[in-house]
């Protein structure tokens, strides 16, 4: 297992083709904020820069980061920061990450799936990664907010479990 300093997302330039429809809820089924975040998301598209190790991935808000932020992402954080493994998929750019913190270190997996599947694997410091996990939840949810698609308290609320957790001491089991 290779230990690392590099794991990192980061929200870089627009992205601005439209390879999708914009979204649509013809039965009233998302809330305000869920329609307000994938509009956001499409509207606002950006490439994402993903760091894990000598591992580089690029993916987009619309759909990774729109769907991986969906999927519970602030709960699966919490889960994380409690000690918990969490695996965070990318579908549409074929590839998973699954985080399984032992102590103060987070075994970090790296898959790629499809026709030409590998898989890496490292481990980094668990503050690090829980800060550049919250960092970007909270950087892309006030981009949502800046540009008028979910209001301030939406957001608070909706990312609130990832940073509630008391229990973010590196080593759990002392």
């Known amino acids: 297992m290779n230990s690392s300093h590099k794991f990192n997302f980061q929200l870089a330039e627009r992205f601005l083709e439209d390879w999708a429809d914009p979204p649509e809820d013809p039965l009233g089924e998302l809330s305000d904020f869920e329609m307000g975040w994938r509009c956001f998301c499409f509207e606002h598209n950006h490439k994402v820069f993903i760091e894990i190790g000598d591992a580089q991935k690029e993916v987009f808000l619309d759909p990774d980061i729109c769907m991986m932020i969906e999927s519970n992402f602030p709960k699966e954080i919490a889960k994380l920061s409690q000690g918990q493994k969490i695996v965070i998929t990318f579908s549409e750019s074929w590839f998973i990450i699954t985080l399984l913190p032992t102590d103060d270190r987070i075994s ?60 973010d001491a590196a080593v759990l089991s002392k």
Do not use: N
Request: aromatic fraction near 14%; charged fraction near 25%.
């Open 108 to 167: 970090c997996t790296l898959s790629k799936f499809g026709t030409s599947g590998w898989e890496k694997h490292f481990e980094f410091d668990r503050t690090h990664v829980l800060d550049v996990l919250r960092g970007f939840l909270q950087e892309v949810m006030q981009l949502a907010v800046d540009k008028g698609y979910i209001t301030l308290e939406e957001k608070e609320e909706f990312i609130s479990p990832a940073f509630a957790s008391s229990t």
